[in-house]
């Protein structure tokens, strides 16, 4: 689902900012924003015109629709990451972020990255501010280490098959987790299109003949594959 052409963000009951989506779709939509927020500390709603120039804050919310009761009611409205932005660099950096979801990484979303609502886009007091609405994923889920880590490097494979390198792996806060204990890999701002030459979908004829590695799931593997050992010790 991608809804459509306005999105407001409620930031309290006194403020909130109508943005603009270049999709046609409908229906128009709203996020009341929470200020609980697990993953980074200053996530208070601090206001439309507050904080940072082109630093991203990410909040909670529940995405609703201006529709009647009678249709609202037949889905729970999905909670939702809203990833704010203000100023023209970073929101340059969501639009190249939201067309990865559209594109490379459609066919992966509510699989191996977050689902991927829209972007939308205004101006406060001069000012280009944007955000990105994902779906909300929790940065935790609890499994032993050994599984968590086949899930997320089996996540990587995916990522890398579809021509996506995501670039800052080694961070384990862009490892998130569905309800169901899946995989979501987030934050796609330093991502770059990539033809894996060990990955990729190619036939294995092909792969057999290439003399070369990717660096990315080389890394991973490694990372991942001794986090694993160091898990299996301290837990004898
Ligand atoms: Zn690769």
Same mark, same amino acid.
């Given at each position: 689902?991608?809804?459509?052409?306005?999105?407001?963000?409620?930031?309290?009951?006194?403020? *909130?900012?109508?943005?603009?989506?270049?999709?046609?779709?409908? =229906?128009?939509?709203? #996020?009341?924003?929470?200020?609980?927020?697990? %993953?980074?500390?200053? *996530?208070?709603?601090?206001?439309?015109?507050?904080?940072?120039?082109? /630093?991203?804050? #990410?909040?909670?919310?529940?995405?609703?629709?201006?529709?009647?009761?009678?249709?609202?009611?037949?889905?729970?409205?999905?909670?939702?990451?809203?990833?704010?932005?203000?100023?023209?660099?970073?929101?340059?950096?969501?639009?190249?972020?939201?067309?990865?979801?559209?594109?490379?990484?459609?066919?992966?979303?509510?699989?191996?990255?977050?689902?991927?609502?829209?972007? %939308?886009?205004?101006?406060?007091?001069?000012? #280009?501010?944007?955000?990105?609405?994902?779906?909300?994923?929790?940065?935790?889920?609890?499994?032993?280490?050994?599984?968590?880590?086949?899930?997320?490097?089996?996540?990587?494979?995916?990522?890398?098959?579809?021509?996506?390198?995501?670039?800052?792996?080694?961070? *384990?806060?862009?490892?998130?987790?569905?309800?169901?204990?899946?995989?979501? /890999? #987030?934050?796609?701002?330093?991502?770059?299109?990539?033809?894996?030459?060990?990955?990729?979908?190619?036939?294995?004829?092909?792969?057999?003949?290439? =003399?070369?590695?990717?660096?990315?799931?080389?890394?991973?593997?490694?990372?991942?594959?001794?986090?694993?050992?160091?898990? *299996?010790?301290?837990?004898?």
């Amino acid at each position: 689902m991608i809804v459509g052409t306005t999105l407001d963000v409620i930031f309290d009951e006194f403020t *909130a900012v109508r943005l603009q989506s270049r999709s046609r779709k409908s =229906p128009d939509a709203y #996020v009341k924003l929470n200020s609980k927020w697990n %993953f980074c500390a200053d *996530a208070t709603p601090a206001g439309p015109t507050q904080g940072a120039l082109n /630093i991203n804050r #990410v909040y909670h919310a529940t995405l609703e629709t201006y529709q009647s009761p009678v249709a609202r009611s037949r889905a729970d409205p999905p909670e939702v990451a809203v990833k704010w932005v203000r100023g023209s660099l970073g929101v340059e950096k969501m639009r190249y972020e939201a067309a990865l979801y559209r594109g490379e990484l459609k066919h992966l979303q509510g699989d191996v990255v977050p689902r991927f609502y829209g972007l %939308f886009t205004g101006e406060i007091d001069g000012e #280009v501010v944007g955000c990105l609405v994902l779906e909300w994923c929790n940065n935790s889920y609890s499994l032993k280490r050994e599984e968590l880590n086949r899930r997320r490097m089996s996540a990587i494979y995916r990522l890398h098959a579809a021509g996506i390198l995501h670039g800052q792996l080694r961070d *384990a806060g862009h490892f998130l987790y569905s309800q169901d204990g899946r995989v979501r /890999i #987030v934050d796609f701002s330093t991502a770059r299109l990539h033809h894996c030459p060990t990955h990729s979908e190619c036939s294995t004829f092909e792969r057999g003949r290439s =003399p070369e590695i990717c660096e990315e799931l080389s890394t991973m593997e490694v990372c991942l594959g001794i986090c694993s050992a160091g898990w *299996a010790i301290q837990s004898h």
